[in-house]
């Protein structure tokens, strides 16, 4: 069987070994797009706890009241009609129910992501892994309240990892780089994170070595063959497949298009710097209040965050930049970054419901999507290759993968 993967970030590449494994005919096609991928700017984070959709009950309270003390870490690039009817959905899909049955199907998939990293680094694959836990660090009570709501949210869905309640005293002897005055927080002992590039490389060399052809090449199409087959047009050639994998990120929502079926996705960008500077912290830190992400690498410490709803940004924003630096300064004590290594954007593949899309689209049988991971793609890379496994065998999505249907769209995902 012939297996082309469109996408060569962590989701593309962690398919296309996971496939060349059980012995398919694999071909990865990339880069699937001009620009951007998310992989390479993200904070790095594998972590569970973090699998609550965004679109959460009281969400449009929390918003307003963040916009109104100018705190918002969220923004847009103008407002089509397209991106009026995703944002519609995103606040229909925060009832609580939804949110419950969201935040339980990502735990599900994520069930033994943390397992399978430690498992690449076992079979030999080079790449920087922390197994340091995450500290959720709050400058206010409102915030401390966050972080205990979300720790218990994620307890009763079946998040059965280790976590302590600190008060600003722990706070400070767990993490002596943190800024005195913060409220308290809560250290998630089981988390992880790695070095996304790194991790993305060793990625790529594996699949190579387990005999994935790599095509360096921008995918424009997907149509369909005789004999029920599948064609992938790229810049370069056409490359027949038995299944086809679409893993491209943002960009899926264009290859989908090319079929006739629509993928309610928007481009969540994401912007991140690297840098090194004083007293560094020695965790990674979820800043609640400013939402940044801060993780220290062997390199240097990298600050991500932003969330730039709309067209996609294909540069830095050294605006946007700025504004996460500026968010993250009142909760540490002398780290700020005085020598730059590195500066991302990245493109967060965004659904309303804050869920993956992964599975086969409508009509177009043996055509699999396996995007929309939004911020959780390192944690849900692991699962997401098993299910798209799965489903390349067995057509019919797994009992984990069902949530993750595109047909959960409903007047958005027809041909």
């Not at 790449?127 to 709501?149: I, K, Q, S, W």
């Not at 095509?215 to 424009?220: G, T």
Request: hydrophobic share 45%; with cysteine; aromatic share 6%.
């Amino acid at each position: 069987m012939r297996v082309v993967v469109a996408g060569t970030g962590v989701i593309g590449l962690w398919c296309a070994r996971d496939l060349a494994s059980a012995g398919a005919d694999v071909v990865v096609v990339g880069p699937s797009a001009q620009a951007a991928p998310s992989t390479p700017a993200s904070a790095g984070w594998v972590v569970p706890l973090l699998s609550a959709p965004l679109s959460a009950p009281g969400l449009v309270r929390h918003v307003a009241g963040q916009v109104l003390r100018r705190e918002a870490a969220f923004s847009f690039r103008g407002m089509s009609p397209d991106l009026a009817r995703w944002m519609w959905s995103f606040v229909r899909s925060g009832t609580t129910p939804r949110f419950q049955r969201g935040l339980r199907a990502t735990l599900g998939l994520a069930a033994d992501c943390q397992e399978q990293f430690h498992a690449l680094r076992a079979e030999g694959l080079d790449f920087e892994l922390r197994p340091t836990g995450l500290l959720m660090v709050a400058r206010t009570a409102e915030g401390a309240h966050e972080a205990h709501d979300l720790v218990e949210n994620s307890a009763r869905a079946g998040y059965d990892g280790k976590s302590d309640h600190l008060d600003p005293t722990e706070l400070l002897e767990l993490e002596p780089a943190l800024a005195r005055g913060l409220a308290g927080g809560v250290y998630a002992r089981d988390e992880l994170h790695v070095h996304p590039g790194q991790l993305n490389d060793a990625l790529l060399r594996d699949a190579i070595a387990k005999g994935v052809l790599v095509r360096d090449a921008v995918v424009d199409s997907v149509v369909p063959a005789t004999g029920g087959r599948w064609t992938v047009v790229t810049s370069q050639e056409r490359l027949e497949a038995d299944k086809v994998v679409i893993a491209a990120g943002y960009w899926s929502r264009q290859l989908a298009a090319s079929l006739g079926v629509t993928l309610p996705i928007q481009s969540g960008a994401g912007f991140s710097v690297t840098a090194t500077g004083p007293r560094p912290p020695a965790l990674p830190l979820k800043l609640l209040e400013a939402n940044v992400a801060v993780t220290p690498f062997d390199g240097g410490v990298r600050l991500a965050g932003r969330f730039v709803l709309g067209p996609p940004p294909l540069n830095v924003s050294r605006r946007q930049i700025a504004k996460i630096v500026a968010a993250a300064r009142p909760y540490l004590r002398e780290w700020q970054p005085t020598h730059v290594s590195a500066e991302h954007v990245g493109l967060r593949p965004a659904t309303p419901d804050s869920l993956p899309i992964i599975g086969e689209l409508p009509g177009c049988p043996g055509v699999i999507a396996a995007t929309g991971h939004g911020m959780l793609g390192l944690t849900l890379a692991p699962g997401t290759a098993a299910e798209i496994l799965h489903q390349v065998h067995n057509r019919a999505p797994s009992a984990v993968g069902a949530a993750f249907a595109v047909g959960r769209f409903r007047g958005g995902s027809g041909r």
